[in-house]
């Protein structure tokens, strides 16, 4: 029996690998950078867990997702595997104390979100650890072109200047041809073994229904099939208004959405994930990365933006293998209003025209000029200015880019970070001495209330419309 099967039965009780699993492994033990396409559920976490149980040394997990990371370390440790997460809230203190652990503890796993890279003192501390594997979960975050893009995703790539020796491997379970390649490229993947695995998932049945009352047909199934269920809708309202209706009907229900705290969020998952209540109402927020295994049925109340996002959302059902359904309720309306939806966005040629014409205004090119210059750019104080639909303007501004008009750099999408290095006396002096800065560094302090822990993503437009301020002060 090969080491990998020992370890995968003695922590995971598993007596075999799911293609393909082994394959991965066995590549990144020869030290290649690796890519690997795996559907919803197929497995992923096991193809970096089990070959840096086989190597000396402690596995870097890279992750965008602070409950998945949580979840993780929580199942490594239950099997008695040292792993840490540095997850935001942490003071910098713990942090100190955590990466010690890492680094004179014997620690099999550091998971971390990509925004921790971006403190010079938290990479220098990683810089010196034994890193045997750097995993990149959820890697179709570093492509533009990817649905979750997110900016600090960019900053991964320095890694390979200090850990030139140490294999990449690139974990998703959405990427196009395009966002394959773009990964490959942004995270300079060398000459890497690429993985994929059908994404046919046969323990679940897809369905469509037309329908005219939902409510109705929402009922029976939720009736027929008691299990956790995960309910779709397409906006914060929707989220609601479904969770009342459900509760009417005697269902225990929660709703999940962007627009919740941290702490709020935190509370209704747990909920759902203790099975105190049976239905999670729910726009896209909520779910990338969710591991619960007896997830019944995934019902989408609405149609998704598209295939991509309902695979990943359908994906979440039957993960214990046995049957799941995956329903979809459909009726001629809803057909309209995502057409209307989906059209309402796209930039035609008069507006292509007024935002290169504004563009020029804002930066102040005069005509025939302007080739081969650099010029930062704020996207919400373009909009701003000119009352543009912000969805809209960025779509223009990509088709710009893609046509040759303009060409937008990899900043482009970065946001602007702050941390208060100083303590909060320093900072209520600093206020007392400079009263005209008061109320923006308030509203900064009522914003983002994290701000003293860790780098925080900033919005100076944000910042200067609650405090009545110019954003060139805040």
């Known amino acids: 029996m090969s080491k990998a099967l020992e370890i995968l039965e003695k922590y995971w009780k598993h007596d075999a690998f799911r293609h393909p699993?082994?394959?991965?492994?066995?590549?990144?033990?020869?030290?290649?950078?690796?890519?690997?396409?795996?559907?919803?559920?197929?497995g992923k976490s096991i193809c970096f867990q089990v070959p840096a149980m086989m190597q000396d040394g402690i596995c870097l997990v890279i992750s965008p997702l602070i409950a998945l990371m949580r979840d993780q370390v929580q199942n490594l440790q239950d099997k008695g595997i040292k792993a840490i997460a540095l997850t935001g809230g942490i003071h910098q203190d713990e942090i100190i104390d955590l990466l010690d652990n890492c680094q004179f503890g014997n620690f099999k796993f550091l998971y971390l979100s990509p925004e921790r890279l971006q403190s010079d003192w938290i990479l220098e501390r990683i810089k010196n650890l034994p890193i045997n594997l750097i995993a990149i979960d959820e890697a179709h975050c570093v492509?533009?072109?990817?649905?979750?893009?997110?900016?600090?995703?960019?900053?991964?790539?320095?890694?390979?200047?200090?850990?030139?020796?140490?294999?990449?491997?690139?974990?998703?379970?959405?990427?196009?041809?395009?966002?394959?390649?773009?990964?490959?490229?942004?995270?300079k993947l060398d000459n890497p073994q690429v993985f994929a695995k059908s994404f046919y998932r046969e323990n679940i049945a897809y369905m469509i229904f037309e329908t005219e009352d939902k409510l109705h047909l929402l009922q029976q199934i939720l009736t027929k099939n008691p299990e956790p269920s995960i309910i779709y809708v397409t906006n914060r309202k929707a989220c609601s208004e479904t969770v009342h209706q459900l509760e009417s009907l005697g269902f225990?229900?929660?709703?999940?959405?962007?627009?919740?705290?941290?702490?709020?969020?935190?509370?209704?998952?747990?909920?759902?994930?203790?099975?105190?209540?049976?239905?999670?109402?729910?726009?896209?927020?909520?779910?990338?990365?969710?591991?619960?295994?007896?997830?019944?049925?995934?019902?989408?109340?609405?149609?998704?933006?598209?295939?991509?996002?309902?695979y990943q959302e359908t994906g979440r059902a039957g993960r214990n293998g046995e049957k799941a359904f995956a329903v979809l309720l459909n009726n001629p309306s809803d057909i309209l209003h995502a057409e209307a939806q989906f059209l309402s966005v796209l930039p035609d040629k008069a507006f292509l025209n007024l935002v290169f014409s504004k563009l020029c205004s804002f930066f102040q090119i005069a005509y025939g000029e302007g080739i081969d210059e650099q010029f930062s750019f704020n996207l919400n104080q373009f909009c701003t200015k000119y009352k543009f639909p912000i969805l809209k303007t960025y779509n223009a501004l990509q088709f710009l880019d893609r046509q040759g008009v303009i060409n937008l750099s990899q900043?482009?999408?970065?946001?602007?970070?702050?941390?208060?290095?100083?303590?909060?006396?320093?900072?209520?002096?600093?206020?007392?001495?400079?009263?005209?800065?008061?109320?923006?560094?308030?509203?900064?302090?009522?914003?983002?209330?994290?701000?003293?822990?860790?780098?925080?993503?900033?919005?100076?437009?944000?910042?200067?419309?609650?405090?009545?301020?110019?954003?060139?002060?805040?």
């Open 411 to 474: 900043e482009f999408s970065e946001k602007v970070s702050v941390q208060f290095s100083i303590p909060s006396k320093e900072v209520i002096r600093y206020m007392s001495l400079n009263p005209a800065d008061e109320e923006i560094i308030l509203t900064i302090l009522r914003t983002y209330p994290g701000i003293y822990d860790m780098q925080t993503a900033f919005n100076p437009t944000l910042i200067a419309k609650k405090s009545n301020s110019d954003e060139k002060r805040s």
């Open 143 to 187: 492509s533009q072109w990817g649905h979750d893009f997110r900016p600090a995703y960019l900053k991964i790539v320095q890694l390979k200047e200090y850990f030139p020796k140490v294999p990449f491997l690139a974990l998703t379970a959405s990427a196009t041809l395009r966002v394959k390649e773009d990964i490959i490229i942004q995270l």
């Open 252 to 310: 225990k229900a929660t709703f999940y959405h962007g627009g919740l705290t941290s702490k709020d969020k935190e509370k209704q998952m747990k909920l759902w994930m203790e099975e105190k209540v049976q239905v999670m109402v729910a726009t896209n927020a909520f779910g990338m990365g969710i591991d619960k295994a007896n997830v019944k049925t995934i019902i989408h109340l609405h149609l998704p933006q598209n295939l991509e996002n309902y």
């Open 21 to 42: 699993q082994e394959e991965i492994i066995n590549s990144v033990l020869e030290g290649k950078d690796t890519f690997a396409l795996m559907p919803t559920g197929g």
